[in-house]
């Protein structure tokens, strides 16, 4: 490839050998939202020549103040499509490849993270950080990982073996509620979007067996206690009118449970309302006649995301995402009837549903109502982006990346953007922690394990992988798909199945946990029609010994946020640093999320 007039000015910036380092390396940047664009933008500019990137969403309207790429003919396409468009305008000799996906779709599988350089990431929510990071360590690839609160903002290096990976030092439990206040005494809007989100969204269309971080009992008082009983036949209910989902009168079944009955069972609990304002039952077909005559007077100025519907409204809009959700379910589940839908704050759809429903709740409770760009806000718990502060923090994260090609992982600061003063350093440096030895994420052991799916059965793998190449007693230990057991000694149905029957699929990380406390990660790579079934890479599991090393932070104990005087320290050196220090944040694709 021929030096442009752009490339021999990154040759004199870096020098010959970096920037050949860098025009040779293949980069994965997984989000093209807040801190993606700036970062893509960068990364073209910077001499990258071979760049995938990957994002699900697409571009709404909000976006635009801050995500540069996309302008207003953008809105409702990929963002990946668009922000790849948008990149090669700066620099066209770049090889962009945008995929408009799921970063934990199996075809992203181990192996394919493996044809990376480096893979710089840009999400915006923690489950799949969690999995950008375990593929990186599996795959054994240097994760840039960076993120933005506000006017906060950090960039750092993860590495096997070699720095704290991302779940090395825990994340702070998310805000509960008792259960009680949600489903029977709200008092304000985020009770009702909690409400919405957490209990009535799974109730309908996720897994309702599974009691919701949101919502977990924090009273245990006899009223409490009989309060729950009633709420749990109130569930229970709920799920028989589910059988109905489809049908014409699904969605007023669903109304009339509960904004009507269920209400109404709590107006006969006298004692509840001694000194509360009492609530006001629902009728579906009460409002659909009073406010339809009422509906010509609604104002339509404004932005729908930003002005605050009518009960009709609600109501119309509850009806209108019941059915589209309850679709989306039923074709879903024509395919895997374990399918369920989770919410996602990006979901159209989901969003829809929670601030229709949520307004309905606040308006029986006496409660202000949020308008959907409001509900969205409070139900991601967001904090508004800046975007400076995602220019910053993605300039720092193409620095990272110039390290790790120099070869100096271990040795690369983390860098904090702060706003502790205007005489203090606003980048503040921390070296690079060492993995914490009593994670259970970066510190279990990875094999890689060949499988013929045509004709590998769960019994093949135990054998060959567990017992044969780990020297692991079957009956000792518990095989896990992602939360759910694939096989343990109470559990030996599936011995005889075919991996693939079980929804195991190429790419996939099944977890080995033995009595004893060994845990094993084998990484499934598809083989056709191999000579064994199944085949450990190397032949064997070579178990490590676990040391705790005095300079790892214990499991579930936190680095402490800078102390005045630490930050005054480091001014006054001219090295800025944060000593034991950590601030966790996450980039938003609408705003941010302030973790820690």
Not at 95 to 114: G, H, L, M, R
Not at 505 to 529: A, F, N, W, Y
């Amino acid at each position: 490839m021929s030096i442009t007039k752009r490339d021999s000015y990154n040759i004199r910036i870096l020098g010959q050998s970096l920037y050949e380092n860098v025009a040779s390396s293949h980069v994965l940047m997984v989000g093209a939202g807040g801190i993606g664009c700036e970062l893509l933008k960068n990364l073209v500019l910077s001499g990258f020549k071979n760049i995938k990137v990957i994002d699900l969403d697409t571009i709404d309207i909000s976006n635009l103040n801050r995500q540069f790429l996309f302008q207003k003919q953008h809105v409702k396409k990929s963002k990946a499509h668009v922000a790849k468009e948008s990149a090669l305008k700066f620099n066209p000799n770049v090889n962009i490849t945008s995929y408009q996906a799921n970063i934990k779709d199996p075809e992203f599988s181990v192996t394919w993270f493996s044809q990376f350089t480096i893979v710089f990431n840009a999400l915006d929510n923690l489950e799949a950080r969690r999995h950008v990071n375990e593929m990186c360590l599996a795959a054994n690839v240097p994760l840039v990982e960076s993120g933005t609160t506000g006017y906060l903002g950090q960039a750092y290096v993860i590495k096997k073996d070699v720095t704290e990976c991302f779940v090395c030092e825990p994340k702070p439990t998310p805000t509960t509620f008792p259960v009680c206040t949600i489903r029977s005494t709200p008092s304000a809007p985020i009770h009702c979007i909690v409400w919405a989100k957490s209990y009535l969204f799974n109730q309908l269309f996720g897994n309702s067996e599974e009691e919701e971080e949101d919502l977990q009992v924090k009273d245990s008082d006899k009223e409490n206690a009989e309060e729950l009983e009633a709420l749990s036949r109130e569930t229970e209910e709920l799920k028989q009118i589910k059988a109905a989902m489809g049908t014409d009168a699904y969605t007023q079944k669903v109304f009339d449970k509960v904004f009507t009955s269920d209400i109404e069972r709590l107006l006969s609990m006298d004692s509840m309302w001694e000194h509360r304002e009492k609530p006001t039952a629902l009728f579906f077909n009460d409002i659909e006649k009073e406010v339809d005559d009422k509906s010509k007077d609604v104002t339509e100025s404004g932005l729908r995301d930003q002005r605050v519907w009518s009960l009709k409204e609600c109501l119309d809009m509850f009806k209108d995402s019941v059915e589209r959700l309850s679709k989306r379910l039923q074709e879903l589940k024509k395919k895997d009837n374990d399918t369920i839908l989770s919410f996602d704050k990006d979901d159209e759809d989901a969003m829809d549903f929670v601030t229709a429903t949520a307004n309905l709740r606040a308006h029986i409770f006496h409660i202000p109502q949020k308008s959907r760009f409001e509900v969205k806000s409070m139900a991601g718990n967001i904090i508004p982006a800046i975007a400076t502060t995602n220019a910053i923090i993605a300039g720092i994260a193409v620095m990272k990346g110039f390290a790790v090609l120099r070869g100096q992982v271990d040795k690369i600061k983390r860098t904090y953007l702060t706003t502790v003063g205007r005489q203090r350093p606003l980048l503040m440096l921390e070296d690079p922690p060492k993995p914490n030895p009593e994670c259970k994420v970066c510190q279990t052991i990875t094999a890689m394990v060949n499988v013929d799916f045509k004709r590998a059965k769960l019994n093949d793998l135990l054998e060959i992988a567990i017992v044969k190449g780990a020297s692991l007693d079957i009956e000792e230990v518990t095989v896990m798909n992602g939360n759910k057991i694939v096989y343990d000694v109470d559990l030996d149905d599936n011995l005889q199945t075919l991996i693939k029957d079980l929804g195991i699929t190429t790419g996939k990380i099944l977890r080995v946990v033995s009595d004893d406390g060994d845990e094993i990660d084998l990484v499934l790579q598809g083989v056709d029609d191999a000579e064994s079934v199944v085949e450990v890479l190397g032949g064997s599991i070579q178990k490590k010994e676990k040391k705790l090393t005095p300079t790892s932070p214990v499991l579930g104990e936190k680095r402490q946020l800078p102390s005045t005087e630490s930050i005054a320290e480091a001014s006054s050196s001219k090295r800025p640093r944060l000593e034991d220090s950590s601030i966790v944040v996450l980039d938003d694709d609408d705003d941010t999320i302030l973790l820690d």
